[in-house]
């Protein structure tokens, strides 16, 4: 084929137009050239709240608030359906996990410690929860923590990674980009600069991502708060030096508590730790159902009454000297009375006076 | 046959020459080239909406890097002789001479600064405690299954390793001889030896209680009087 003879005047036009487009060309990617992707981005301007996990559930007044399931060792199944099942006998799970929910479930992860020291999550327990949350209907089932050691050996060593992957759903590990500051704290701090404990980065990815969040926390003793319970949980969804929150963890709780509400919590006292918590290390630490001494899991829609009950009942200990608790009831009970939807109050027995407190013991 | 956008402008395909062809053909792929970019990069940062696999625990840990606190980590460096005729190695953890036990290959190290990257909020008793650093490492056994974790604390003085020992201390375990004070329960064994601090812990309690016990020894045979 020959080549298409070009006159002059078309040779000259066709080739202006040649280098003025490619010259756009890398005159646009250079200005458009961003090296350092979103991380480049201002984070000035934190964010102001988180969604509220609990709102659209639709549960019935008189429908219990607290359902405590006590039982034999090696019969997690039932025990997990049992504590559930209480919060709705008819409905279960299936009250607060909708078919096409993507659910989020947050246990502890946060050490490199086999299961047996109590200090994460039991993985059978986490196991059958993923099992509920799937018979429900699930579409998806999200599972995260940020460990405070290697994400690998955490996940492993715990037994929450081989749960979670048998029963198919999907860790979510934490990486930078998932990260976003949130305010955490007062309004009122919120002229404060990022960096300061006012504006600090949540794993806020997976949480945007999920439509129902379930927190699975053991109960476990603390040197610095006196304990670690479903409340405190939330401390494995921050990044950044969390340490230096360590000096007021109690205010640092109870932001987190106020921040965080989810459709419900789950406290794991199937391996009580109390004593030189939180990392534990002898079995002579833990016990099965702490002061009950029986495999305990207790699930609510309440995370401070859960709370409440279960330093009073696993661990012994009395809820109105826990600072911590009284602050997340004072914040949560502040958003309660400007119209969020969701429950935070210490006084569990007010719960059990009502009929609100479901025991089953199998 | 002219497009109805580019009516004024369509040309036959064998009017177009090679040159403008292999022009045309570049720019292409560049544009395609810029888009699976940015797809992979999106890839990247949001892995859990892409990825079909395992989670890569590796990665995020690579990743981890750059946000949480940094730990100074370390295989055992070989060292020169006095003679410097040879290397040897040097290893905190001594051999367990145990059959099918092996010597921590990875070791790590914390200070006070950054003991909290380790035992989170357990390390404010141990800065009570007038804590100096933390060597973690773990024995590992040939079939790969069980481990045995030793937390070395050194407390700077005799007297703060005795009184960490005793904060932590479970009264009613039963005693070993082991350094100059030491418990053993569910396995684990718990001593101290100057100012060291010492937590032997194995990953199956009462299979490995005898292999927890040998590296206690070996452990509190290493520390200087």
């Known amino acids: ?362 | 046959m002219p497009t109805f956008l580019a009516r004024r402008y369509a040309r036959k395909l064998d009017a177009v020459g090679r040159t403008e062809r292999a022009v045309g053909t570049f720019i292409l792929l560049l544009v395609v080239g810029i888009v699976a970019a940015y797809a992979v990069q999106v890839a990247t940062d949001r892995d859990y909406l892409f990825n079909v696999g395992a989670p890569d625990y590796r990665a995020a840990d690579a990743r981890r890097g750059a946000w949480p606190e940094p730990i100074e980590e370390f295989a055992p460096e070989p060292v020169a002789r006095s003679d410097g005729s040879a290397r040897e190695v040097e290893n905190p953890f001594p051999d367990p001479d145990l059959p099918g036990w092996r010597t921590p290959v990875r070791v790590e190290r914390f200070d006070a600064e950054n003991l909290f990257a380790k035992i989170d909020g357990r390390a404010d008793l141990y800065l009570q405690h007038g804590v100096a650093g933390l060597t973690f490492g773990a024995y590992t056994h040939a079939d790969g299954d069980h481990t045995i974790d030793v937390y070395w604390y050194d407390m700077g003085q005799a007297e703060q390793a005795a009184a960490i020992f005793r904060a932590e201390q479970d009264a009613e375990a039963p005693r070993v001889r082991v350094g100059e004070e030491a418990y053993q329960v569910g396995g684990a064994v718990f001593l101290r030896k100057g100012s060291s601090y010492v937590q032997v812990l194995p990953s199956r309690l009462d299979e490995d209680a005898g292999a927890a016990l040998r590296i206690a020894e070996q452990i509190a045979g290493s520390i200087g009087e």
């Not at chain 1, 078919?99 to 200090?119: C, E, M, S, W």
């Open chain 1, 1 to 362: 084929m020959a080549e298409p003879r070009w006159t002059r005047r078309e040779l000259l036009t066709r080739g202006a137009g040649a280098v003025l487009g490619g010259g756009a060309a890398v005159a646009g990617g250079y200005l458009l050239y961003d090296p350092k992707g979103d991380r480049g981005l201002p984070r000035w301007q934190p964010r102001l709240g988180l969604k509220n996990f609990f709102a659209q559930i639709d549960l019935p007044a008189g429908h219990p608030r607290l359902s405590v399931a006590v039982g034999p060792e090696h019969r997690t199944e039932e025990l997990v359906r049992a504590a559930v099942g209480g919060l709705d006998p008819a409905l279960g799970l299936r009250r607060f996990v909708q078919p096409g929910d993507v659910v989020l479930i947050k246990p502890n992860v946060g050490f490199d410690r086999p299961p047996h020291v109590g200090a994460t999550t039991n993985p059978e327990v986490l196991r059958w929860i993923i099992r509920l949350c799937r018979e429900a209907g699930a579409r998806e089932i999200l599972v995260t923590d940020n460990p405070i050691e290697s994400p690998q050996a955490c996940f492993s060593r715990s037994g929450i990674a081989a749960a979670v992957e048998t029963e198919g759903a999907k860790v979510v590990l934490p990486a930078p980009a998932q990260f976003e500051l949130v305010l955490l704290g007062q309004p009122q701090a919120r002229s404060r600069a990022p960096g300061t404990a006012a504006a600090w980065p949540v794993l806020y990815r997976p949480l945007d991502r999920a439509t129902k969040l379930i927190g699975v926390a053991p109960i476990k003793d603390h040197n610095l708060s006196s304990a670690s319970m479903t409340l405190k949980n939330w401390y494995g969804l921050l990044g950044g030096r969390r340490h230096q929150l360590h000096q007021t963890i109690h205010e640092a709780i109870s932001d987190l508590a106020a921040l965080l509400s989810p459709t419900l919590v789950i406290a794991d006292g199937t391996r009580v730790m109390l004593h030189n918590g939180p990392t534990g290390g002898r079995v002579s630490d833990v016990r099965p159902g702490g002061q009950l001494g029986r495999p305990v899991l207790v699930a609510s829609v309440d995370p401070v009454a859960c709370d409440a009950w279960c330093y009073q009942r696993l661990l012994g200990r009395d809820p109105a000297a826990l600072d911590y608790l009284r602050l997340a009831e004072q914040k949560i009970q502040a958003r309660v009375a400007a119209g969020e939807r969701r429950f935070g109050q210490r006084d569990w027995l007010a719960y059990d006076r009502a009929g609100q407190v479901v025991t089953t013991t199998l």
